[in-house]
T-cell receptor, first 114, second 111 residues
Framework: DGGITQSPKYLFRKEGQNVTLSCEQN?????MYWYRQDPGQGLRLIYY???????QKGDIAEGYSVSREKKESFPLTVTSAQKNPTAFYLC?????????????FGQGTRLTVV | AQSVTQLDSQVPVFEEAPVELRCNYS??????LFWYVQYPNQGLQLLLK??????LVKGINGFEAEFNKSQTSFHLRKPSVHISDTAEYFC?????????FGAGTRLTVKP
């Protein structure tokens, strides 16, 4: 079945460490997104990519970095510059240029700083 | 950029009662509107979407929503809720290539 796979489901990070969250899709979608979810704040857009080797900052990109070397993969790195990284991270995808199509989501990664 | 406002952060209701979850958006151009549901520690699933045509949209699990252009609203309704409807619900708008979400409404259905 086609879908989006995020891994790991739970991730613990020590202060000062960088960590990378994986997102892979086999839907043949061009566009991929990373959202951060905090209680009471909904989903906030971190980065998105409409095509391979290109990506744009969302509303809260500071302290995060991404790459898009392959159509299927859009990993997110949470750097030590992100002061409050504990959150639930969701990856999503849509066909590029198709505003009338819903986003497909992964199951999320819960990141906790210890 | 467009924005989405969900007017209620929490909605408690009793089982078999009707429910309405409110959503307003700000955009002067044509938009596409969506409602998603999220169960604990999971991703989001699509409930329904408005693209064009009839302003009353029916979705899964007995939910429906009405698009009101003059009031820029897209409220979600269900005539009779079940315990299993307890979840977080998100309204979303798609405009120029990215999708923006509201802050979410936590629906709690009590027996």
């Amino acid at each position: 079945d086609g879908g989006i796979t995020q891994s790991p489901k739970y991730l613990f990070r020590k202060e000062g460490q960088n960590v990378t969250l994986s997102c892979e899709q086999n839907l043949n979608h061009d566009a991929m997104y990373w959202y951060r979810q905090d209680p009471g704040q909904g989903l906030r857009l971190i980065y998105y990519s409409q095509i391979v080797n290109d990506f744009q900052k969302g509303d809260i990109a500071e302290g995060y970095s991404v790459s898009r070397e392959k159509k299927e993969s859009f990993p997110l790195t949470v750097t030590s510059a992100q002061k409050n990284p504990t959150a639930f991270y969701l990856c999503a995808s849509t066909p590029r240029g198709r505003r009338n199509t819903e986003a497909f989501f992964g199951q999320g990664t819960r990141l906790t700083v210890v | 950029a467009q924005s989405v406002t969900q007017l209620d952060s929490q909605v408690p209701v009793f089982e078999e009662a009707p429910v309405e979850l409110r959503c307003n958006y700000s955009s002067s151009v044509s938009v596409y509107l969506f409602w998603y549901v999220q169960y604990p520690n999971q991703g989001l699933q699509l409930l329904l979407k408005y693209l064009s045509g009839s302003t009353l949209v029916k979705g899964i699990n007995g939910f429906e929503a009405e698009f009101n252009k003059s009031q820029t609203s897209f409220h979600l309704r269900k005539p009779s809720v079940h315990i299993s409807d307890t979840a977080e619900y998100f309204c979303a708008v798609s405009d120029r290539g990215d999708m923006r979400f509201g802050a979410g409404t936590r629906l709690t259905v009590k027996p």
